[in-house]
């Protein structure tokens, strides 16, 4: 598209310029809050910040399963194992509408699945802790699940229509997850004392993992600053990261459960809690593969990806031999 | 059904009744608890959030059946205490149920067989003069048509598919054929049962459950397997070792822990 540009300076020097109101209207949009739909003009660098960020997110649902899938087979009763199954279903559901919010950006699925599969992509560190006991999908749904409706909820208003939307169902169903881990964390909290010790355990291993999972602290955050001003990010991930503090400290002590920080103090002035220092560099290894599970997440993908090639290439052969419409041969 | 014919009709024991529902909650509990192993393993999103759904209603047919056999037998068990604290030997499911899943292509081979024979059962069911009964079947029903849409479905795109996916199919047929004899074979409860009006007649689900497996297969391009004599019947309480590694992974928690809610 900008062959012509490259054929007279004076021709990229009026490229430029219309490259430049082509911007500027653009931005207008977005400040008006109108949204931006697949075949809208866009500028690149927005097209590939929101694949970058809807790919991840999708990724993380669908890495997301695992942990939680850990304890199906061993949920404690036949309700709790029927509502994690359709959790984890859910969180299927949501990695496929963001899969298809990106494919509206012109990348398949299959090309997003195999970024995530040789490493290139990222999805959420948070996904790379170990589900240990029950009180760990009690405190995933109440925690892990809490964290990402802080960082969803302002989502469902972002400039880009298709995620916007997708976000929107997505926030509901997180809402419903978040107050049914709660309320195995309730439960366990009123139980035997090995049900509390379990209880408390798990707000242990995962309280900071949460805290992380807004991403970096605003003094390092490198992608914050043109994501606000393209409306793709709402609010800074300290924000967002106080706003779950401020929410989650009553809700443990409602459980009577200690929080894993002795520094967490009460800010009257500020109307604040004040957390302890994160230890960045835990964040900065999880990040770079070197968590408990990465390598466990990766290689069940992995697994899953390969056991089924057969069966894709079954689907399609079949498909092509009785022109049914291709589903599951398309993912790749 | 008229008054005076069901008035006719024997009435089974409490015991046989209980142990007849145990049978069909147990098949559904078992086979539920097999697919949800695949949750986030399957070939692609799509099969997953569907062998997801298959492994929902099942289990939810589980838990109306175990909550009915707790009170037919009024000793106080409700749904968790049936699922989670008794040993193989007293579980009834049919042995198909509780074969691991294998590959895709086993998992499908499986379902198949076992849909087959739920659908036509419950189907059956709807008319039963169990009320509690016939009221779970008619909702079970419509949940195994589903289930047999999506496994002959797919066992015809893999019996056609490509040759690697033909060779797997028709393995994991022959390996499970054996566990078909149990279905298909009555027993004295099963007749007694479609005497009482309660069951349906032995005969017919064998003819309707061989019409629609052969449809199935000759859809696939599959021949059936010769029959196998298999008479270790899983509603019996006669399991394969596949059952006793499968519960003691599902029922860890409870037992684990003693007299705790959760």
Redesign the interface.
């Known amino acids: 598209m900008y062959t012509q540009a490259l054929d007279s300076p004076g021709g990229a020097a009026a490229a430029d310029a219309h490259e430049r109101e082509r911007l500027e209207r653009f931005q207008e949009r977005i400040d008006r809050d109108e949204k931006i739909e697949p075949k809208d003009w866009m500028p690149e660098a927005y097209r590939q910040t929101l694949i970058r960020q809807i790919a991840q997110h999708a990724h993380s649902e669908?890495v997301g399963?695992?942990p939680e899938?850990n304890w199906?087979?061993?949920?404690?009763?036949?309700?709790?194992?029927?509502v994690l199954?359709?959790k984890?279903?859910d969180e299927?559901?949501h990695?496929?509408y963001l899969?298809s919010a990106a494919e509206t950006l012109g990348v398949s699925r299959g090309e997003l699945i195999e970024q995530l599969l040789s490493g290139r992509a990222k999805y959420s560190s948070i996904f790379n802790y170990p589900t240990l006991t029950?009180a760990d999908i009690g405190a995933i749904g109440w925690l892990v699940d809490g964290a990402a409706i802080m960082n969803q909820i302002p989502l469902c208003r972002c400039s880009y229509g298709p995620y916007a939307r997708a976000m929107v169902r997505i926030c509901k169903e997180e809402s419903f997850h978040q107050r049914q881990g709660y309320e195995?964390m309730l439960?366990?909290s009123r139980?035997?004392a090995?049900?509390r010790a379990m209880a408390q355990d798990a707000l242990d291993r995962w309280w900071w993992p949460s805290l992380m999972m807004f991403g970096p602290s605003d003094a390092h955050s490198v992608h914050t600053a043109q994501s606000m001003r393209w409306k793709i990010k709402r609010f800074s991930n300290d924000e967002l990261r106080q706003k779950f503090i401020d929410v989650t400290v009553p809700q443990a002590e409602f459980l009577g459960l200690a929080v894993p920080d002795p520094d967490l103090r009460w800010d009257e002035s500020a109307q604040h809690y004040v957390p302890g220092p994160i230890d960045w560099s835990e964040f900065h290894a999880v990040l770079k593969g070197e968590g408990p599970c990465n390598r466990e997440r990766l290689e069940?993908r992995h697994?899953?990806h390969e056991?089924?090639?057969?069966?894709?290439?079954?689907?399609?052969?079949?498909a092509e031999?009785h022109q049914e419409p291709l589903?599951?041969?398309q993912?790749g | 059904m008229s008054v005076a014919s069901e008035s006719a009709r024997p009435a089974p024991s409490a015991e046989e009744r209980f142990e007849y529902v145990l049978r069909l909650a147990d098949t559904s509990l078992i086979a539920g608890q097999r697919l949800a192993e695949l949750l986030g393993h399957g070939p692609a999103l799509e099969e997953d959030l569907a062998l997801g759904n298959i492994s929902l209603d099942l289990i939810g047919q589980a838990r109306l059946l175990l909550a009915l056999a707790g009170r037919i037998e009024g000793r106080g068990r409700d749904e968790d205490a049936l699922a989670f604290l008794r040993d193989a030997p007293d579980f009834r499911n049919v042995a198909l149920a509780e074969q691991p899943n294998g590959d895709f292509g086993a998992t499908i081979v499986r379902q198949c067989l076992l849909d087959a024979w739920q659908l036509e059962s419950y189907e059956c069911l709807t008319g039963s003069t169990d009320r509690d009964l016939a009221d779970i079947a008619h909702k079970a029903v419509k949940e195994c048509r589903y289930h047999w849409r999506f496994s002959s479905g797919w066992l015809a795109r893999l019996g056609e598919g490509t040759e690697e996916s033909h060779a797997r199919v028709r393995a994991a047929l022959e390996s499970l054929w054996r566990f078909t004899d149990e279905l298909l074979t009555p027993d004295a409860l099963d007749a007694r049962m479609a005497v009482c009006g309660i069951g349906p007649a032995p005969a017919l689900i064998r003819e309707r459950w061989e019409t629609r497996v052969a449809a199935a297969l000759a859809q696939a391009k599959l021949e059936r397997p010769a029959h196998q004599h298999y008479p270790w019947h899983g509603k019996h309480g006669v399991h394969t070792e596949h059952l006793g590694h499968l519960l003691a992974e599902m029922q860890f928690v409870p037992r684990a822990y003693p007299g705790a809610t959760w």
């Open positions: 669908v399963m695992l899938g199906i087979t061993r949920a404690p009763s036949l309700r709790r194992k029927v199954i359709a984890v279903q299927g559901g990695g496929m899969y029950w195995i439960t366990l139980g035997s090995a049900q069940a697994a899953a056991a089924g090639r057969w069966v894709r290439e079954a689907a399609a052969a079949f031999k589903r599951a041969a993912a």
